[in-house]
Nanobody, 125 residues
Framework: VQLMESGGASVQSGGSLRLSCAVT????????LAWFRQTPGKEPEGIAS???????TYADSVKGRFTSSQDTARRTLSLQMNSLKSDDTGMYYC????????????????????YGQGTQVSVSS
């Protein structure tokens, strides 16, 4: 399984970016895909997830501004990011094969078995 992110860039606050993740060798139709973000000085956090039925879950920090989508074959995962803030600066990773760690855990907090190398997003105020 390979995941490769693209689309990271430097933008001004209030701007938009669209990240893409090319997914190869992954055939599961039952598990989650997701986006993670690691901002300077913090642990990586799940910010968006999507299941095979296109049901999405978002972290409160990005809800209403970010939208995750996928193609029908689950070979391309996308993250549309609008109204970007300086707090959104960080390395963004796509992830595949999410499984729950326990009951009631939201998909953005699942354990993911595959990650890409990341793409950098920098937002200047």
């Amino acid at each position: 399984v390979q995941l490769m992110e693209s689309g990271g860039a430097s933008v001004q606050s209030g701007g938009s970016l669209r990240l893409s993740c090319a997914v190869t060798g992954y055939t599961s139709t039952s598990r989650f895909l997701a986006w993670f973000r690691q901002t300077p000085g913090k642990e990586p956090e799940g910010i968006a997830s999507i299941d095979s039925d296109d049901t999405t879950t978002y972290a409160d920090s990005v809800k209403g501004r970010f939208t995750s989508s996928q193609d029908t074959a689950r070979r391309t995962l996308s993250l549309q990011m609008n109204s970007l803030k300086s707090d959104d600066t960080g390395m963004y990773y796509c992830a595949a094969d999410g499984i729950p760690r326990g009951w009631g855990i939201p998909p953005i907090e699942y354990e993911y078995n595959y990650y890409g190398q990341g793409t950098q997003v920098s937002v200047s105020s």
